[in-house]
């Protein structure tokens, strides 16, 4: 990786495009420091100390404290990710669009153009939620028609703009922007939570004890990372053959290939799908001020993070078991809705591939679903680890932090997307240079 980066220095045109994407990163860590007119910033800090969920701070360490400050990227581009997931939800279900997307470069441009006005309508809903529901509370300095609007107008300008600097930073960039941003952000708040660890643990501690934290602490975060990596560069490759036929007055084909098929076939979604339903009752509860009694109280309790792996409380881990339940049903869920076994079978038939040992269209199908389950069932196994590590320590030694494994996972995936896509840029580069010559 870091020779890589090194060699892409050397040239201009790629040098460019990663200058352009840091300017870009200092305009976004600018903006999450400008405040919103007409509200009081200090609200939500002790709004947050008020609470004794963590319905938010999954979502504030997505904006890089950005919501906690109130600024204009409060928001951040939650927006544009959940109008995407809704979108590729959609495509399978809308046969207008699902043509849309097959229609190559311009039904992919539509597309495009549909998720930012659906971006644009989620960010105007959320931001109007915030301004009336929390601008009652306290958040806005004069609750008036006035404050709301800017409120409102604020939010959304800086969603909208930071979907256009993802989209910028696609094109004139390193590529892979609205990941970029996001994870920018995620990594804006680790100097801190890095500075809470070595304080909780290391400060003021006998030497010994110290260097033990200190060693178990790297121990856990380089294993976490290592474990990341094999998730997302783990891949079961599925050989396929393509029988010898006659074009013309030649005999073509004959050629052998695979299909790859990623031990993390859906990514991180999986997560925040399931992290998002757990977090919703305890979200409608905390905006609404209910707290919540009885049975009722103790529920929300069980959805809390903050009460998991508690040994003096173990009946609160059941709300762990209901997320990992989740975590894995989602991955089923996803990979099914985006990769189609029988669509690959078919295809391979038409065009006269097969797996060896495995009969083209439905037994070629049933075997793709077989490994497929299979793989899926890895791969959720993997990202429960990940995921479930942080509340473990959280839980056992109350080592409490912004970045969590979904953090992790999305760090860990952009920089070696973003790396793979330098590299791919810095090997056009050479055709290109080869093609002049």
Sequence with gaps: MFTTLKNAFKIKEIRTKIFFTFVMLVVIRFGSQLPVPGVDRSYFARWFEAQTGDAFNFFDAFTGGSFLNMSVFALNITPYITSSIIMQLLTIAIPKLEEMQRDGEDGRKKIASITRYVTIGLALLESSAMAIGFGRQGLLEVYNVFNIITVVAALTAGSAFLMWIGERITEKGVGNGISIVLTINILSRMPQDIATLF?????????????VAAVIILAVIVGMVVLVIILNDGVRKIPVQY????????MVGGSSSN????????????????????????????????????IWAEILRGLNSNYWCNPKQPI??????????????????????????????????????????IRPGKPTSDYLTKILNYIIFIGAIGLTIVCVLPYFFNGIFKASVSFG???????????LETVKQIESQMLVRNYKGFLND
């Design 316 to 357: 609160y881990s059941i709300g762990l078991v209901v997320y990992v339940v989740l975590v894995i049903l989602f991955a089923y869920f996803y990979t099914s809705i985006t990769f189609n076994p029988l669509e690959v079978a078919e295809n391979m038939k038409k065009q006269g591939g097969f797996i060896p040992g």
């Design 199 to 211: 304080e909780q643990f290391v400060l003021n501690r006998p030497i010994a004890k110290a260097v």
């Design 405 to 415: 494994g979904t953090s992790l996972i999305i760090i860990v995936s952009v920089v």
């Design 259 to 294: 299909i790859p098929l990623k031990i993390n076939t859906s990514g991180v979604i999986p997560v925040i799908f399931a992290s998002s339903i757990m977090q919703l009752p305890v979200f409608i509860c905390s905006f609404a001020n209910i707290s919540g009694t009885g």
């Design 243 to 250: 029988a010898k036929k006659m074009q013309g007055r030649k």
